[in-house]
């Protein structure tokens, strides 16, 4: 197995944690809290109280959909480990989201997506299908090599992904081959990444007028030795003012979905930019209270990013997380779904807007857990 000692995790959990805690002087989290939800306590209001299995809210169990798990016959898994496991390999995490990341019913333009990623020297290997359509989206098989995989992918109101693991093999000594890199091709966007670049990347580009975006979510397997994995979900703010919820899917390595977290997001009257949140397993028994900071773009108010970490009972950090979001401008928000009141956002177009990121978990704390685990 490939283990590697990196301190820096940690001591970014930390400044995080202190960064957070500067304002307001968190106590620890052994007990039920409770009142309403705020932008000043120490986890905002949340308490470490077990919920109903995705906090009992079946719309957004339906958006959240688990996605669909796919072998790649390219690749046995002994195949697989052997790659990893040659000295100098470095291994990535990669899921790309194309489409109305937000979502618009309103959107009658099909776009397609049908394309490739292709390393120059390598391996790509296919973990997860995201919201593929039976019938209409698929990997083209056979493959053409194993540095190369091709698809097949149209959207209109929605989105389509998937989730990689990009195996760059060691450069023989000596050798004067090019950096490699991982090209990324489809009619509506096309881009080239350095293998440097996958190592943490959280990337969101918008394509069209039409809204369609895509969204790269990278990280080296070596960067997450304790485990991690992928984010996503609704990121939804309020028409009139910063303030607003967010509502997702917690997954692991793979993406298979490990539980679900649910927030919001505010502006302190100092103009400190916070979140705050709670992260439950498939069961509904907690994981961990969620804290952080974010900020937009210079650029653009609609689209920025977010950095945090989630905490056990004790209020002491077990992991970070971190990605990017983009909101539905606010004057112009797609407006036939409407937020549950137990996310406190009643009324309010929740499928205006979409984060999505990844958590890792410390090494120094690996038997730490905030609840039962289920």
């Not at 620890?28 to 308490?47: E, H, I, P």
């Not at 994995?229 to 703010?237: F, I, T």
């Not at 899917?249 to 505010?266: E, N, Q, Y």
Request: aromatic share 10%.
């Amino acid at each position: 197995m490939r283990q590697k000692w990196l301190a820096t995790t940690w001591i970014q959990m930390a400044a995080v944690g202190l960064l957070v805690a500067g304002c307001s002087g968190d106590p620890a989290v052994n007990s039920r809290t409770s009142g309403d939800l705020d932008l000043s306590s120490a986890f905002g209001g949340y308490d470490d109280a077990d919920e109903a299995p995705v906090f009992g809210d079946a719309t957004m169990a339906a958006y959240l959909a688990e996605d669909e798990p796919l072998s790649d016959p390219s690749f046995a898994s002994e195949q697989i480990d052997s790659l990893m496991d040659l000295p100098g390999a470095r291994v990535f995490r990669l899921a790309i989201r194309w489409g109305m990341l937000a979502g618009d019913s309103t959107n009658t333009t099909v776009t397609d997506w049908s394309g490739s990623v292709r390393l120059r020297r390598g391996a790509v290997a296919v973990r997860r299908l995201i919201r593929f359509e039976r019938g209409q989206d698929y990997v083209v098989r056979p493959r053409e090599n194993r540095s190369r995989l091709d698809w097949v992918s149209a959207t209109s109101v929605n989105f389509d992904g998937l989730l990689l693991v990009i195996i760059d093999p060691p450069v023989p000594p000596d050798s004067n081959w090019p950096a490699n890199a991982l090209e990324f091709t489809t009619t509506p966007y096309a881009h080239s990444f350095s293998i440097d670049e996958l190592a943490s990347l959280d990337e969101m580009v918008t394509v069209d007028q039409l809204g369609n975006q895509i969204a790269f979510n990278g990280r080296e397997l070596d960067l997450e030795p304790c485990g991690g994995g992928p984010l996503e979900g609704v990121w939804a703010r309020r028409p009139s003012d910063s303030v607003g919820h967010f509502f997702g899917k917690w997954m692991s390595t793979d993406g298979a979905l490990t539980g679900h977290l649910r927030g919001h997001f505010g502006i302190r009257a100092n103009g400190e930019r916070v979140f705050f949140g709670k992260y439950i397993g498939p069961a509904g028994h907690v994981r961990g209270l969620l804290r952080g900071t974010w900020g937009e773009d210079p650029n653009d108010a609609n689209s920025g990013w977010f950095a945090g970490i989630w905490a056990a009972r004790d209020g002491l950090p077990v992991g970070t997380l971190h990605g990017r979001w983009h909101a539905a401008p606010r004057e112009a928000g797609v407006r036939d779904r409407q937020g549950p009141g137990q996310m406190g956002f009643e009324g309010v177009d929740w499928n205006g807007g979409f984060f999505s990121g990844s958590w890792e978990r410390s090494c120094l704390r690996p038997d730490s857990t905030s609840g039962p685990g289920a």
